[in-house]
C-alpha cells in the first residue's frame, strides 16, 4: 500500500514518514493553508533527509490556481519532482506544464465531474480526489464519497485522499482499489504538525509483520 504524508513542515516528522515507509511526501505551497510552506524551507528539509540517506520515491508539491511561472520556480528551489494541482486549474493549463509529473486533484461534490477526466488523462500521470468542502481546497478532514471513488474507470492511477486516518485506512482500501492513499490531518496534532503515535499507528495496519521503526 503506498502512502503519502502531506501537509510536511518539519523535518522530525518527514524523517520519521520515511523510516516508517512513507511511499512520497507532500508540502503545501497555498499561502492561505494552514500548512504553508515555503520552497526554500522545503529544500532544507529534503536536503536534511538526503544528508540521512532518506529520500521520498515521490516529492509532491501541492499548488492551488498559481502560475505556470510560479510552479517552475518552486521546482526549481525546492527540488521537488512532481505537482498536484488542487484548485480548479483546467486541461489547457495541464498541458502547459508538460514535462511535469502532474497530478490533478478533484475535491468531489458529484459524479457530474467524472465526465471532465478524460479531458485531463492525456496530460496527467494520476487523479486524486479529495473531499469537497464549500471555501476550502484541502485538508478539511472530511471523508470523500468511497463508493463514487471506486466506481471510476480511467486510464490514469487514483489517489485516494479526504478524512483518511489510521482507524479508516483499512476500510478505504478494501472499498476503493486505489493507487495511493493521501493522509494529512489524519495523522496531526494540529496542522502542519504530525503526530508521532498516529504515524507509527497507520504504518503498522499498513503493514503489520513490518520491521519499521
Same mark, same amino acid.
Given at each position: 500500500m503506498r502512502i503519502k504524508i502531506c501537509g510536511i513542515t518539519r523535518t522530525e516528522d518527514a524523517r520519521l514518514a520515511l523510516q516508517l515507509g512513507a511511499w512520497a511526501l507532500g508540502f503545501i505551497f497555498h499561502e492561505k493553508s494552514p500548512r504553508y510552506i515555503t520552497a526554500a524551507a522545503v529544500r532544507r528539509i529534503l536536503d536534511d533527509l538526503a544528508a540521512e540517506g532518506l529520500v521520498p520515491e515521490r516529492k509532491v508539491g501541492v499548488f492551488v490556481n498559481a502560475t505556470t511561472d510560479h510552479i517552475h520556480n518552486t521546482l526549481a528551489i525546492s527540488g521537488l519532482d512532481t505537482v498536484q494541482l488542487h484548485g480548479d486549474e483546467t486541461p489547457a493549463f495541464c498541458q502547459s506544464l508538460s514535462g511535469t509529473r502532474l497530478w490533478k486533484a478533484f475535491r468531489l461534490r458529484s459524479s457530474d465531474q467524472l465526465l471532465e477526466l478524460p479531458a485531463f488523462e492525456p496530460t496527467i500521470e494520476a487523479f486524486l480526489f479529495d473531499a469537497a468542502v464549500a471555501g476550502q481546497y484541502g485538508g478539511t478532514g472530511h471523508t470523500t464519497d468511497w463508493s463514487l471513488v471506486a466506481s471510476i474507470q480511467s486510464s490514469r492511477p487514483l489517489i485516494l485522499s479526504g478524512g483518511l486516518h489510521p482507524e479508516n485506512?483499512?476500510?478505504? =482500501?478494501? =472499498?476503493?482499489?486505489?493507487?495511493?492513499?493521501?493522509?494529512?490531518?489524519?495523522?496531526?496534532?494540529?496542522?502542519?504538525?504530525?503526530? =508521532?503515535?498516529?504515524?507509527?499507528?497507520?504504518?503498522?495496519?499498513?503493514?503489520?509483520?513490518g520491521s519499521k521503526p
Amino acid at each position: 500500500m503506498r502512502i503519502k504524508i502531506c501537509g510536511i513542515t518539519r523535518t522530525e516528522d518527514a524523517r520519521l514518514a520515511l523510516q516508517l515507509g512513507a511511499w512520497a511526501l507532500g508540502f503545501i505551497f497555498h499561502e492561505k493553508s494552514p500548512r504553508y510552506i515555503t520552497a526554500a524551507a522545503v529544500r532544507r528539509i529534503l536536503d536534511d533527509l538526503a544528508a540521512e540517506g532518506l529520500v521520498p520515491e515521490r516529492k509532491v508539491g501541492v499548488f492551488v490556481n498559481a502560475t505556470t511561472d510560479h510552479i517552475h520556480n518552486t521546482l526549481a528551489i525546492s527540488g521537488l519532482d512532481t505537482v498536484q494541482l488542487h484548485g480548479d486549474e483546467t486541461p489547457a493549463f495541464c498541458q502547459s506544464l508538460s514535462g511535469t509529473r502532474l497530478w490533478k486533484a478533484f475535491r468531489l461534490r458529484s459524479s457530474d465531474q467524472l465526465l471532465e477526466l478524460p479531458a485531463f488523462e492525456p496530460t496527467i500521470e494520476a487523479f486524486l480526489f479529495d473531499a469537497a468542502v464549500a471555501g476550502q481546497y484541502g485538508g478539511t478532514g472530511h471523508t470523500t464519497d468511497w463508493s463514487l471513488v471506486a466506481s471510476i474507470q480511467s486510464s490514469r492511477p487514483l489517489i485516494l485522499s479526504g478524512g483518511l486516518h489510521p482507524e479508516n485506512l483499512q476500510a478505504a =482500501a478494501a =472499498a476503493v482499489p486505489a493507487f495511493a492513499f493521501d493522509l494529512s490531518s489524519g495523522v496531526e496534532v494540529s496542522p502542519g504538525i504530525k503526530n =508521532a503515535d498516529k504515524l507509527r499507528k497507520l504504518f503498522q495496519l499498513r503493514n503489520p509483520h513490518g520491521s519499521k521503526p
